[in-house]
C-alpha cells in the first residue's frame, strides 16, 4: 500500500514541477526556464555517473550567469523545495491515515496512544494508575523564532491555496488550471521582505501554528487519549489536554536589543487577542448550533442557575428566549468580548472561563446528549485548557551579566553596595539573600534608571502579564537567580517567604556550566530565599542548553554532558524533596538536540522525566511538524507517547542500573571526542579558514533574522558566535560538522563488542548515534569541496583534508556499530535524501559562485544589493531544501 501512496507521491511531485516549469516560462522567460534545465539534468547526471568532464560544463555554466540569471536559478530550484515539501507533508498525512486505518488494540501503530495504553496495561498498570498517568503528564511546548524560516506570509498563503487545491484534485475535481494559476502567483512573488524581520514579524509566524493546525490537534489529542483508554480496559475517562503552549519570541532580550519592554507588552497583547478572536469564534459557532429550546429539554439547575446570574450581571439582548445554551453562549461571548474592548465585565481567569464551557457540557450530557456535547462544547472548553485566554503564557530571558549590571545600580542607587561586580559570586549571594528578607525596594521614588540594563529590566517586568518563567541564560552561580528576585521586587512581585508569580530558571549552557549545575543547584536549594520561591512554585525548573554546549565540546561530549547534568541535578533536588522540571533547549539540527523529539524523550536518563517536560519548538520545526492539523496530531501524539512512557517509569517503575562499563567507556569517549573537536577549532588559522569556507559573515550581514549573530561586536573567536549561525553555515556548505564532528575519535575510544552492547541495550547511546548518522548522511564532501575555492589554498590544505578524513572515518564507525548503513532505521529520510541532493547541488553551486563575486565587490559597488538579494536567497533555499538546517 505505502509503495501506492508514494507513486501518488511522485504523480504530485511531477504535477507541480510541471506547473512550476510553465510558470517561469510564463513570467521570466525560455533561458531562464533552459538553463534552470540544464542545470538540473548535469546535477542529476553527477549523482548518478560523477565525471570530471561533467562537472567543469556544470560549473562553467553556472559561473557565466548573469547576476539575474543566477537570482532566477536559485529561486527556481528553491520554489521546487517549497512545493515539495508541502507535497511530502501531503503524503506523510496520507501514510498516517492508511497507518491508523489498520492500528488495532491487538496490534497498535507504533508510538500511538493505543500501543501507550497497551504498553502500560502490559507492565501491570490497572485503568486507576494509567488515568493518574495520563491526567498529570503535560507536555510544555514553547515558541521560538529561527532565521531559516522566514518565508513572508503572502508565500505561506499561496502555499495553503496549492495544498487546498491539491485536496481537491485528489477528490477528483477540474482544479488544474486554478493550481496552475496559483503556482505562477507563487513564482511571481517575492520571497523576501523588504528589511530585516522584526521581532513583531517573527510573532506573527510563531504563533500562525497557534491557531491553526494546534488549535483543531489539542481536541483531537484528548479523544485519542481517551479512546485509547476504554479500548484497553471498557472505560473512558474524563481527561484534561496535557499540553501547554508558551512562547518566548517578544520576551527573550537575550542578545536581542529590538526586545524592548515596548516589544513585549505588544507581543503579549497580541497573542492574547488572538486567542480571543478564536474564543469569540468558537462561541459564535456554539450560539448557532445549540439550538435546543426549553419546551423540548429540561435544562440542569446548574445551568439555570448560571444563566440566572448572568440575567444580573450582563444586560443581553432579549434574543434566543427560550433557547437556553444560545443565551448562556451569548453571555459568554459577551465576557469574551469585553477583554477585546466592549463595555462589561470580563472573565478574570481562564479557569473561569473553562468552567462556564464546563457548565455547558455538564447539562447536555445530563440530557443524555454527550455525543453534543463532545463535538460542540468539548473542543473549545480543551482549548481553553490548553492555550488559555492569553494563547501562550511568555517567557523572558535574559543573559546573567546584565542582570548584574542591572542589580549593581539599584544595590548602588539604594546606598547598599558601591561595587557590587566587584564582589565575588558568594559575597553577591550573602548580600542578596540579606536583603531579600525585607520588602522594601531600593530606588528612591521616581528615580529613573541610568542605566539600559536596569531600566528595560524593570520595565519589562512592569509590562508583563502573560507570565511564563524568567530564564536566565549563561547562569554561572546562584545570584544569577537571587538578582531576578531583587528585580521582581522593586516593582512589587516579591514578598519575603512566598513564592514569585513566576518560575525564576537557570539555563546552564555551556560545557563548564553543566557540569557545575548540580553544585549550583544544591546552593539554591540550600539557599532559605530561593527554598521559599521553589516551595512557593511546587518545584524547580531547570533549563539545559544544547546549543552552546555542543558549540563549546562538540557533539558527543556535548550530549553526555547534558545526560550526567540531568542525573546529578535530580538526585540533588531529590535529596531535598523538591520535584525539578526540564526545560529542553533543543533545536532542530541534530547538533543542537535535533531528531526524532520522541526517541530524545525515550533516551533521557531514568528519575529525570517526572510528569512535566518543556521543549523548545523552533520556526522552521513549527512549519514542518504543524503546518498540517494531521502532522500536528502525529507529531505531538508520538512526543506525549514516549513522555507517558517515561513518566509512568519514573512513577512506577525501577529502571535497571546503568552498566559501570557503558558509563566508563562513555567518559572516555566524550573526553577523547572533546579533545579532537577543540584541537580542530584551537588550531592556528581555524577561525580564518572558517569564515572564509561558509557564509557566516554574509549571514551576519544579510536581513535575516531580528537577533544578531554575533554575541559581541568584536569577532574574532568561535565563543563570540551564536550557536544558530554556527550550525547554520555549516549546514550551508553540506558539511554539518557540529553533528559529528569528534564522533570517530571518540568511537575509537569503545571496543566494538561494547560499543554494539552499549547501543543495542542504551536508549541514549543508540539515539546519540541515529543523530549523528543523520546529520553524516545529509552532508556531502564533493559539494563542501566546492567551497574550498573561496578559501586561501594553505588554509585549505591546513584543515579541509583532516575534516574529510574525520568524516569517513565517523560514517564507517557508525556503520559498523550498525551493523548496516546510515540511515538503516530512517528508510524515508535515505529516500528523500537521494531524491534531493540533485536539487540542492544547483543552490549550493550557484551560492559558491555568488560569494566568490560578493567578497570581490566594493560595499559601494551598484551591484552589491542585488548580490545581497541573490545570496539571502541562496541561503534560505539550501535551508528549504536540507530542512532542519540550524
Request: net charge neutral.
Amino acid at each position: 500500500m505505502e509503495d501506492l501512496l508514494f507513486a501518488e507521491l511522485k504523480r504530485e511531485v511531477d504535477l507541480l514541477g510541471r506547473a512550476l516549469g510553465k510558470a517561469i516560462r510564463t513570467l521570466s522567460g525560455e533561458r531562464v526556464f533552459a538553463l534552470e534545465e540544464r542545470i538540473r539534468e548535469l546535477t542529476k547526471a553527477l549523482r548518478h555517473a560523477p565525471s570530471e568532464a561533467g562537472r567543469r560544463e556544470l560549473l562553467g555554466l553556472i559561473q557565466g550567469l548573469s547576476l539575474p540569471e543566477a537570482e532566477a536559478v536559485v529561486r527556481a530550484f528553491s520554489a521546487y523545495f517549497h512545493l515539495v515539501n508541502l507535497a511530502e507533508e501531503r503524503q506523510r498525512v496520507r501514510v498516517n491515515r492508511e497507518r491508523e486505518k489498520r492500528s488495532t488494540p491487538e496490534a497498535p501503530r507504533g508510538e500511538s496512544f493505543l500501543a501507550l495504553v497497551g504498553q502500560l496495561k502490559a507492565q501491570g498498570l490497572g485503568y486507576e494508575e494509567v488515568v493518574a498517568v495520563l491526567s498529570r503528564l503535560r507536555l510544555h511546548l514553547t515558541f521560538t523564532a529561527h532565521p531559516t524560516e522566514t518565508r513572508r506570509r503572502t508565500q505561506r498563503h499561496h502555499l495553503a491555496e496549492v495544498q487546498r487545491l491539491l485536496e481537491r484534485l485528489e477528490r477528483g475535481e477540474p482544479v488544474l488550471e486554478e493550481l496552475e494559476a496559483r503556482v505562477t502567483l507563487l513564482w511571481g512573488t517575492t520571497e523576501l521582505r523588504k528589511a530585516r524581520p522584526s521581532v513583531e514579524d517573527e510573532v506573527k509566524g510563531g504563533l500562525f501554528y497557534a491557531t491553526g493546525a494546534l488549535w483543531q490537534a489539542v481536541p483531537r489529542l484528548v479523544e485519542g487519549l481517551e479512546r485509547a483508554v476504554e479500548a484497553h480496559y471498557g472505560r473512558r475517562p474524563d481527561l484534561t489536554p496535557p499540553l501547554v503552549f508558551r512562547s518566548w519570541i517578544g520576551g527573550d532580550r537575550d542578545g536581542n536589543p529590538n526586545v524592548t519592554p515596548e516589544v513585549t507588552a505588544w507581543a503579549q497583547k497580541y497573542a492574547r487577542e488572538l486567542a480571543l478572536r478564536q474564543f469569540v469564534d468558537g462561541v459564535d459557532g456554539q450560539i448557532r448550533d445549540l439550538s435546543l429550546t426549553e419546551d423540548r429539554v429540561a435544562i440542569s439547575r446548574e445551568l439555570r442557575l448560571a444563566l440566572e446570574e448572568q440575567a444580573r450581571r450582563l444586560s443581553l439582548p432579549e434574543r434566543f428566549q427560550g433557547e437556553p445554551y444560545r443565551r448562556f453562549g451569548m453571555g459568554l461571548r459577551r465576557r469574551l468580548r469585553s477583554l477585546l474592548g466592549e463595555m462589561g465585565p470580563g472573565y478574570e481567569s481562564t479557569q473561569e472561563f473553562a468552567d462556564d464551557l464546563r457548565k455547558m457540557e455538564g447539562s447536555l450530557e445530563q440530557l443524555g446528549l454527550g455525543n453534543v456535547a463532545r463535538t460542540f462544547v468539548r473542543p473549545l472548553r480543551f482549548n481553553a485548557l490548553a492555550f488559555g485566554l492569553d494563547l501562550v503564557a511568555l517567557d523572558l530571558r535574559e543573559e546573567s551579566r546584565v542582570l548584574s549590571e542591572a542589580v549593581a545600580e539599584l544595590l548602588r542607587v539604594g546606598g547598599l553596595q558601591e561595587n557590587y561586580l566587584a564582589l565575588d559570586p558568594e559575597a553577591r549571594e550573602v548580600l542578596l539573600t540579606q536583603e531579600l528578607a525585607t520588602a522594601r525596594p531600593l530606588a528612591p521614588v521616581g528615580y529613573r534608571p541610568q542605566s539600559r540594563a536596569l531600566q528595560t529590566a524593570l520595565e519589562a517586568l512592569r509590562v508583563w502579564r502573560a507570565r511564563g518563567a524568567h530564564v536566565v541564560s549563561m547562569t554561572h552561580h546562584p545570584s544569577d537567580l537571587l538578582e531576578v528576585m531583587l528585580l521582581a521586587r522593586e516593582v512589587g512581585l516579591y514578598r519575603p517567604g512566598r513564592g514569585l508569580p513566576f518560575d525564576v530558571v537557570p539555563l546552564f549552557e555551556t560545557l563548564s556550566d553543566l557540569q557545575n549545575a548540580p553544585r549550583v543547584v544544591a546552593r539554591l536549594l540550600e539557599n532559605p530565599v530561593f527554598m521559599a520561591h521553589v516551595q512557593g512554585r511546587g518545584g524547580l525548573e531547570v533549563m539545559i542548553g544544547y546549543s552552546d554546549s555542543n558549540k563549546d565540546a562538540g557533539f558527543l561530549a556535548a550530549n553526555w554532558a547534558l545526560y550526567q547534568a540531568q542525573e546529578a541535578i535530580s538526585a540533588v533536588a531529590k535529596s531535598r524533596n523538591v520535584q525539578v522540571y526540564y526545560f529542553h533547549g533543543r533545536g532542530t539540527s541534530t547538533a543542537r538536540g535535533g531528531g526524532t523529539a520522541g526517541r530524545a524523550i525515550a533516551s533521557l536518563p531514568p528519575g529525570t522525566v517526572g510528569r512535566r517536560m518543556r521543549l523548545t519548538e523552533q520556526g522552521e520545526a513549527l512549519a514542518d511538524r504543524y503546518a498540517h492539523p494531521e502532522l500536528a496530531y502525529r507529531n505531538l501524539e508520538q512526543m506525549l507517547y514516549h513522555l507517558a512512557l517515561a513518566s509512568a517509569r519514573d512513577l512506577y517503575g525501577q529502571a535497571e542500573p546503568l552498566p559501570e562499563a557503558w558509563r566508563e567507556a562513555m567518559e572516555r569517549a566524550a573526553q577523547r571526542s572533546t579533545e579532537a573537536y577543540r584541537e580542530l577549532l584551537l588550531r592556528p588559522g581555524f577561525f580564518e579558514f572558517y569564515e572564509q569556507l561558509t557564509p557566516i559573515r554574509e549571514i551576519g550581514a544579510l536581513n535575516i533574522a531580528s537577533r544578531p549573530v554575533y554575541r559581541s561586536g568584536r569577532v574574532r573567536e568561535i565563543k563570540d558566535l551564536r550557536a544558530i549561525p554556527w550550525v547554520m553555515s555549516w549546514t550551508q556548505v553540506r558539511l554539518l560538522l557540529p553533528g559529528w564532528y569528534g564522533l570517530a575519535e571518540g568511537l575509537e575510544e569503545i571496543p566494538l563488542g561494547l560499543r554494539r552492547e552499549m547501543f543495542e541495550g542504551w536508549p541514549f547511546f543508540a539515539t546519540t548515534l541515529d543523530s549523528a548518522a543523520i546529520a553524516l548522511a545529509k552532508a556531502d564532501l564533493g559539494i563542501a569541496r566546492e567551497y574550498l575555492r573561496l578559501v586561501e589554498p594553505k588554509l585549505a590544505e591546513r584543515f579541509f583534508p583532516s575534516i574529510a578524513r574525520s568524516f569517513e572515518r565517523s560514517r564507517a564507525l557508525l556503520e559498523e556499530t550498525f551493523q548496516g548503513p546510515l540511515l538503516r532505521n530512517h528508510p524515508v529520510l535515505a529516500r528523500q535524501t537521494e531524491l534531493r541532493n540533485p536539487y540542492v547541488d544547483p543552490i549550493s553551486l550557484v551560492q559558491v559562485e555568488l560569494l566568490a563575486r560578493y567578497r570581490r565587490t566594493p560595499p559601494e559597488s551598484p551591484e552589491r544589493p542585488g548580490l545581497e538579494r541573490a545570496l539571502m536567497l541562496s541561503i534560505l533555499g539550501i535551508a528549504a531544501g536540507l530542512r532542519n538546517a540550524g
